[in-house]
């Protein structure tokens, strides 16, 4: 079978709860990403996997093994589920060389030979760029090459599945997204099924082959990192996403739709109640034979970003609608009229 599947995972901390009864199944060599706002329950999840944290009810398999039943008492110790933990914080021991901190995992376990120890130790090493530096003592290392003994130790504990709580956050921008293509290159080069933390969006898109978002301890939505960026089902992910335009539809009917005061064209689906969602970038200046809405708006505010500009339009009988456009253009003057095409509008059912 493989991979992981979480049945039913609740956790409540002093009566608060937490999870609400989590179901999902992870296949074996998905990398999958928990996405969503601080507070949400991804780190809980990740813990109830790894069995830092006991589910107060559910089931959690890895591979072939239950490791945690609430129903049956079953209750599998961390180090016994071989699964590879990555930290925000690195964890690894200040006072253990960074060879000594990668074997750890499997002196631990007494897995092998010291002969064999070493040996993956070196592997793991050599596999995160680390191999100059394995006599040194963490003290000695860079933030950025702390994180790549931890990710190191983290694969020599892995069998097959690895599990990652933001461990980039503590690094810069640039040094991140490094780092992200290094994380997602050992998860394919190992085989390994994967389970990763963010609230980093672009990071989510960047490494995942699923992303899971979560909403107040349940999951919203899942699907591809282009299901979720183009095709949100909810407002919840629309605006966690990044759609600055959410607008109520007040009337619908034979495929015309009017919404914050605009009315569009070519939206059979929608219905009363429903919103349509489009991004700032899909407003685009002029008229267009094809396009679901086209409107004259006044611009009200408008904010310099470089290669664009954001336009905040007024209209009448609704809250506004955000428009970028290139900069480029909007050198020309202030265009008065926009459109907004069908392919770029998400109906998100009430
Ligand atoms: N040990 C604990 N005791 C009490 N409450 C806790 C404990 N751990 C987590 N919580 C609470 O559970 C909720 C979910 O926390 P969790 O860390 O899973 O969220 P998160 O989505 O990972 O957020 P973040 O991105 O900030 O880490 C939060 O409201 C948090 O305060």
């Known amino acids: 079978m493989g991979g992981i599947a979480i049945e039913g995972l609740a956790k409540t901390f002093n009566s608060t709860r937490v999870l609400h009864s989590i179901d999902l199944r992870i296949e074996r060599g998905e990398f999958i990403t928990l996405l969503g706002p601080s507070g949400c329950g991804k780190t809980t999840t990740l813990r109830c996997v790894a069995g830092l944290e006991t589910p107060s ?130 998860h394919d080069e190992f085989g390994h099924t994967s389970i990763y933390v963010t609230h980093d969006q672009e ?9 899971v978002i979560m909403n107040a301890g349940r999951i919203e939505q899942s699907g591809t990192p282009q299901e979720i960026f183009d095709a949100p089902t909810t407002r919840y992910v629309a605006d966690f996403i990044g759609f600055e335009n959410i607008l109520t539809v007040e009337e619908a009917s034979g495929g015309i739709a009017v919404a914050g005061g605009i009315r569009f064209s070519g939206l059979p689906d929608a219905r009363p109640g429903d919103a349509l969602a489009f991004r700032s970038g899909a407003v685009s200046p002029g008229a267009h034979d094809d396009a679901a809405a086209t409107f004259d708006a006044p611009v009200a505010r408008e904010v310099y970003l470089g290669e664009d500009v954001v336009l905040h339009l007024e209209v009448a009988g609704g809250p506004g609608v955000v428009a970028r456009i290139p900069a480029q253009r909007r050198a020309q003057g202030l265009p008065e009229r926009f459109h907004v095409d069908a392919a770029d509008i998400a109906v998100l059912t009430a």
């Open 203 to 211: 990071e989510a898109l960047a490494i995942s082959d699923r992303i």
């Open 57 to 186: 009810a559910g089931r959690i398999r890895i591979g072939e093994d239950t490791v945690v039943d609430s129903e049956l008492a079953d209750f599998t110790p961390p180090h016994r589920r071989r699964v590879g933990m990555v930290f925000q914080s690195y964890a690894i021991w200040p006072h253990m060389s960074a060879r000594a901190n990668v074997e750890f995992p499997l002196r631990r376990r007494k897995q092998g030979s010291r002969a064999e120890q070493r040996a993956i130790a070196a592997r793991a090493l050599e596999s995160v760029g680390m191999s100059a530096y394995a006599e040194r003592y963490p003290h000695e290392l860079s933030g950025g090459q702390q994180q790549r003994i931890a990710l190191a130790r983290g694969l020599v504990a892995a069998g097959e599945v690895m599990l990652y709580d933001e461990p980039l956050s503590n690094l810069d921008a640039k040094l991140r997204v490094a780092m992200r293509d290094e994380v997602r290159r050992l």
